[in-house]
């Protein structure tokens, strides 16, 4: 099991002393883009002004102003995104070696992402994005996490515009031995009968087969399903103590939708949430609580990466 992290240790050690140093550049990063904004007032409003009464463009006038307004809060905000990015990446890199782990924020997904499509884990996109990889052992265990926020183009008319379909981790756990099947964990009711009479009762995904399980206690079918190309092996792997992790991993990251998939000698888990780790913030009073977070969301990953050690052979 993965020591917890004393986060009164961190906090009183290196990580500390570089937090306070950044209060102070986060102060004159807040004061900066204030002035920034009181320098654009002075472009921006008599620019739109102009445009609107002294210039006659049509509809291009309502783009060209709003254009401007965005490169304008775009040119305010920057000092502030600057300082928040680099608090969150000292923060992060800190929490990251205190329990033996690599950080990294940008990054290109790897096979734990791959599978997630080939297994229809995640819906269909046009345009993908990255960051926030966390790589090492944890619990033991080969581990990667890192976050995916994946959008689909959508057309009105003649405009076109992009949703977000899915953001959250994408976490790979390493087991020790290989899986005889494939197993897909998915919460109830997602894969639905035509009609919407009930659920299907197999699923074809990447050429195989995947039949629904019954489960040993009945009171999980109406948390999770369970599709699975071996029936026996599947309720080895998912008894009551992991899906309790299950539960308690979407607790701890504030998520919803949590999946996961037995496939070779890895877990594949995906979960549902808003931006995680953005541990930086403005207000240095918040530093430690910054902290506490990720440190609680971490835990609950090392728990799931136990209870697979658990798992009966």
């Known amino acids: 099991m993965i020591e917890r992290p004393d986060i009164d240790a961190l906090m009183a050690g290196e990580l500390g002393v570089w937090l306070q140093g950044q209060a102070a550049v986060r102060e004159e990063a807040k004061d900066k883009s204030n002035g920034r904004l009181v320098k654009s007032a002075f472009v921006v409003l008599p620019a739109s002004a102009l445009l609107l009464f002294g210039f006659d463009l049509g509809g291009f006038t309502a783009w060209l102003i709003g254009a401007m307004?965005?490169?304008?809060?775009?040119?305010?905000?920057?000092?502030?995104?600057?300082?928040?990015?680099?608090?969150?990446e000292g923060i992060n890199s800190a929490l990251a070696r205190a329990l033996g782990l690599e950080y990294t924020h940008d990054l290109e997904p790897g096979a734990g992402f791959q599978r997630a499509t080939t297994f229809k884990m995640v819906p269909h996109f046009h345009r993908s994005s990255f960051e926030d990889l966390w790589s090492g052992d944890l619990g033991g265990r080969a581990f990667t996490l890192h976050e995916a926020d994946l959008k689909q183009k959508r057309q009105s008319g003649k405009n076109t515009h992009y949703v977000t379909v899915f953001r959250g981790p994408v976490m790979t756990i390493a087991c020790d031995r290989r899986f005889h099947g494939t197993t897909l964990v998915e919460r109830a009711n997602k894969h639905k009968k035509f009609g919407f009479f009930?659920?299907?009762?197999?699923?074809?995904?990447?050429?195989?087969?995947?039949?629904?399980?019954?489960?040993?206690?009945?009171?999980?079918?109406?948390?999770f399903t369970i599709y699975s190309t071996d029936q026996v092996e599947a309720r080895y792997l998912v008894h009551p103590t992991y899906v309790e992790r299950l539960i308690a991993l979407e607790r701890a990251f504030s998520g919803k939708k949590i999946r996961t998939l037995f496939h070779d000698r890895e877990v594949t888990v995906l979960l549902e949430t808003s931006n995680m780790f953005e541990s930086g913030s403005l207000d240095a009073r918040r530093d430690r609580e910054m902290v506490e977070t990720c440190v609680a969301q971490f835990m609950s990953m090392a728990d799931l990466a136990?209870?697979?050690?658990?798992?009966?052979s």
């Open 306 to 312: 136990a209870t697979l050690n658990d798992t009966p």
């Open 69 to 88: 307004g965005i490169a304008g809060g775009v040119w305010i905000y920057a000092p502030r995104a600057k300082a928040i990015r680099q608090t969150k």
């Open 198 to 223: 009930g659920e299907k009762d197999s699923l074809a995904i990447a050429g195989l087969d995947l039949a629904k399980v019954d489960m040993v206690h009945p009171g999980f079918e109406d948390e």
